[in-house]
């Protein structure tokens, strides 16, 4: 499986952007999709997820209300619709799949996202 990340870019506080992850290769194995980030000096934490199938999401709480992440199955793509920005969004953000449920056996590389205040 193989994951290309896309969308960042510098926006200002309160912008949006859309972050989209494409997945080849063994894409019948996926079992869930999630985004991660990492800012400078931190350790990397989740943010958002989404079955490959079904309509399960799952959030990290600072981000509820503000991200949506969502799939389309025919492009093998999952976005991360990001509204209300915020300075402390600022961070790299890369896609994950997860085959087993247990854990993220795939990443992509990073995106980065900047929000100036």
């Known amino acids: 499986v193989q994951l290309q990340a896309s969308g960042g870019g510098l926006v200002q506080a309160g912008d949006s952007l859309r972050l989209s992850c494409a997945v080849s290769?063994?894409?019948?194995?996926?079992?869930?999709i999630a985004w991660f980030r990492q800012a400078p000096g931190k350790e990397r934490e989740f943010v958002a997820a989404i079955r490959w199938s079904g309509r399960n999401t799952y959030y990290k709480d600072s981000v509820k209300g503000r991200f949506t992440i969502s799939r389309d199955n025919a492009k093998n793509t999952v976005y991360l619709q990001m509204n209300s920005l915020k300075p402390e969004d600022t961070a790299v953000y890369s896609c994950?799949?997860?085959?087993?449920?247990?854990?993220?056996?795939?990443w992509g590389q990073g995106t980065q996202v900047t929000v100036s205040s």
């Open positions: 994950a799949v997860s085959v087993g449920g247990a854990g993220y056996d795939y």
């Open positions: 290769g063994r894409t019948f194995s996926t079992y869930r």
